[in-house]
């Protein structure tokens, strides 16, 4: 400890240079603090959208492949399936010109507050959906964004089928995050029929499962009721689900990563360039601390240790910055549902030590060699190059 | 006591061999005050940092206060050097984020004092060079003689047996250059110290007790100086 002022006041006198690097260093571990947050956000996001007990059952050949309607009896049959809904894509749009700017699905009013009951929609506005052909069930995102209110009257026109259909808003469904809009079925089928289109499909059926445990068994039960026949279904859960429907950001989630390396390497360089100059700016001073007696380890060590400081120091102004930022980014999210995924993405303990054992490891790995060359160095032969 | 035999230095310079010292012998009593002198290039300093214990010899014996310095280890030296010796240099190297105090507490950070017994040692330190008033005065604000003061009470401050100057009033006017002078004859006066110089500068021959000539690393013989109380024993390389 009693080397701790020698360490503290060589770091301290040249601030500029030393609050620089401190800078470069807080910003690369503030960003990759935040970076870090990303797979577990991205987790959280999922588990915000997922339940563990609904599954989603589509086409093997993908979702945007069809399938029987009569599926939907066959799966609320299996047992465990506490029941099932059909979802088939609307695309509607409010503005043609502006395209589908909400997700829309025509599902079966009967079933579809059961099977998303975790949704928590009232029974009052389930009651108007299902007693109303025209009535539709409106996200709070979209809701906010078109300025809708129950009993509103609004027409979408579809991207998919030939339809302009004008409906009525039965009320919401209460999540800051959700933009989705349900159309009843039968409204859409008639719709349909009064076009000569008998449509018998349906999109994707999601079905709630009565206990977390059994799902992979009623997946699996699912996928063998339909094996080999012309509409081989794939069953998953509703985070499975999700993933794979966000799939490109799993790779963007690898980037990041990758980007998280990279910068700690830059960090890293510009660090011991940083180390590299204050040791070669203190030569003279070093080969006169070794002459009067100290030992090339202790200079080593002094050296490494003023690195490891800054850094460390500078990991923790970072780690403090970024969970800062990550908790103005949750609190913003609180007032602007549109930023809701993002208070998902907190810096936990484990990232915030992350973090300083990464600082403290740029530290010392940026010290190292040009502190190791300086304490190595004969005294005699930099008296003779310095002096 | 210093005590060198038959030492000679030779680098290797590219192609070629640059003999900075040849077969030098000397000794040194204890509580001398001496000086190395020569044009450049000598090898007034290389026998410095031979006898000092910053180089090794290529070849002879070198022995100070009774250890022979060829048989020590790196970290032994610099234990040596640490509990024998005290080093005043031309551009005084103070740090300077360091008060003068600190700066001359700094060879008492590898002891086992308490840091209050470090602090009192300082100050005597620097009473004894005359900069009591000023311990608290950083680098930047003192002069370069008073620097070149604060580096000798940091080259004392250990009480070390000997005191060695590599060319201590190069970088100092006329009046501190014989301020440091007659403080480093001082030390050997007052507290016994051995004090072996390198230096240029003719006025350091009215302060020593004894100047070794050096050329082309040849040690050419003694004179007395100024301060001469008895007489050094030079023994010039080619008769040894």
Known sequence: ?387 | MIELRNVSRFYRRGADDVHALENVSLEIPAGRFVALMGPSGSGKSTLLNILAGLDRPSDGQVTVAGRKLNDLSEDEIAGFRAAHMGFVFQFFNLIPVFSARENVELPLLLTHLKKAERRERAETALRIVGLAERAGHMPAQMSGGEQQRVAIARAIVTDPEIVVGDEPTGDLDAKNAEEVLGLLRTLKQEFGKTVVIVTHDPRAERFVDEVFLLDKGVLQGSKPGGGAGGLAHAAVGARA
């Open chain 1, 1 to 387: 400890m009693k080397f701790f002022p020698f360490v503290w006041r060589n770091l301290l006198r040249n601030k500029l240079r030393s609050l620089l690097t401190g800078a470069a260093i807080a910003l690369a571990i503030a960003l990759v603090c935040i970076l870090r947050t990303m797979p577990v956000g991205f987790d959280n996001f999922l588990n915000q959208l997922a339940t563990n007990t609904r599954i989603s059952i589509h086409n093997t050949a993908g979702i945007v492949y069809s399938m029987p309607y009569a599926y939907l009896a066959r799966v609320k049959a299996v047992p465990g399936v506490v029941s099932a809904v059909s979802w088939t894509w609307f695309g509607g749009m409010v503005d043609k010109d502006k395209g589908v700017t909400f997700p829309n699905f025509a599902v079966d009013a009967d079933t579809i507050g059961d099977v998303f009951a975790d949704m928590k929609i009232s029974p009052e506005t389930l009651a108007h959906f299902r007693s109303h052909r025209d009535g539709v069930l409106v996200g709070r995102m979209t809701m906010k964004k078109y300025g809708w209110k129950p009993g509103d009257q609004i027409t979408l026109v579809s991207n998919v089928w030939p339809l302009e259909l004008s409906f009525t808003v039965s009320g919401e469904i209460p999540a800051d995050q959700d933009p989705r809009l349900w159309l009843q079925r039968e409204y859409f089928i008639q719709a349909m029929r009064e076009k000569g289109v008998e449509f018998d499909q349906a999109g994707m059926i999601w079905a709630r499962v009565d206990d977390p445990n059994r799902v992979p068994g009623v997946m699996s039960e699912v996928d063998t009721m339909f094996r080999n026949s012309d509409a081989e279904t794939a069953t998953e859960t509703e985070k499975s689900f999700f993933q794979n429907f966000f799939g490109s950001l799993q790779g963007f989630v690898t980037i990041i990563l990758i980007v998280t390396g990279l910068v700690t390497l830059c960090i890293v360089f510009i660090a011991a360039n940083t180390a590299s100059m204050a040791v070669r700016e203190r030569l003279r001073e070093l080969a006169v601390l070794k002459a009067i007696g100290f030992r090339w380890q202790l200079l080593f060590g002094t050296l490494v240790g003023e690195a490891a400081l800054l850094s460390t120091a500078a990991g923790v102004a970072g780690a403090l910055v970024s969970l800062g930022l990550t908790r103005l980014l949750g609190a913003a999210a609180g007032w602007n549902p549109q930023l809701g995924p993002l208070s998902g993405f907190v810096v936990t303990n484990a990232i915030l030590v992350q973090a300083l054992f990464l600082a403290f490891f740029i530290g010392i790995l940026s010290g190292v060699v040009p502190s190791f060359g300086a304490a190595r160095r004969s005294v005699a032969s930099t008296l003779r190059d310095v002096f």
